[in-house]
Nanobody, 126 residues
Framework: QVQLVESGGGLVQTGGSLSLSCAAS????????MGWFRQAPGQEREFVAA????????YYTDSVKGRFIVSRDNTKNTVWLQMDSLKSEDTAVYYC???????????????????WGQGTQVTVSS
């Protein structure tokens, strides 16, 4: 079992930046690909970004490419999501999730992720 705790959410103006962190505990962090998802009010949860077990591969949804960066440090059991040039449409609850894998690939489907954090609110005001 992996426990995930997100932090770093908050209120920011359009064009601003936030850095989300997700601290993992319980199992070997490097066995898990890590993903970030978000859910806005009245909408389904959507994929944002993910990083492979080793950190060598990353993948982003089109709407955040060039603005968000996902990274991890397996020695610190932590994954980050750096969010720049934020837009009002980025407003959502952001979740990190863990996908136990034997390979170094990335899956963007939420059903692949077995463990989820509680979420952190990001609000972008115009």
């Amino acid at each position: 079992q992996v426990q995930l705790v997100e932090s770093g959410g908050g209120l920011v103006q359009t064009g601003g930046s936030l850095s989300l962190s997700c601290a993992a505990s319980g199992r070997t962090f490097s066995n898990y690909a890590m993903g970030w998802f978000r859910q806005a009010p009245g909408q389904e949860r959507e994929f944002v970004a993910a990083i492979s077990r080793s950190g060598a591969k990353t993948y982003y949804t089109d709407s955040v490419k060039g603005r968000f960066i996902v990274s991890r440090d397996n020695t610190k059991n932590t994954v980050w999501l750096q969010m720049d040039s934020l837009k009002s449409e980025d407003t959502a609850v952001y979740y990190c999730a863990a996908d136990r894998r034997a390979d170094d690939i990335i899956i963007s489907l939420s059903v692949a992720y077995e463990h989820w954090g509680q979420g952190t609110q990001v609000t972008v005001s115009s």
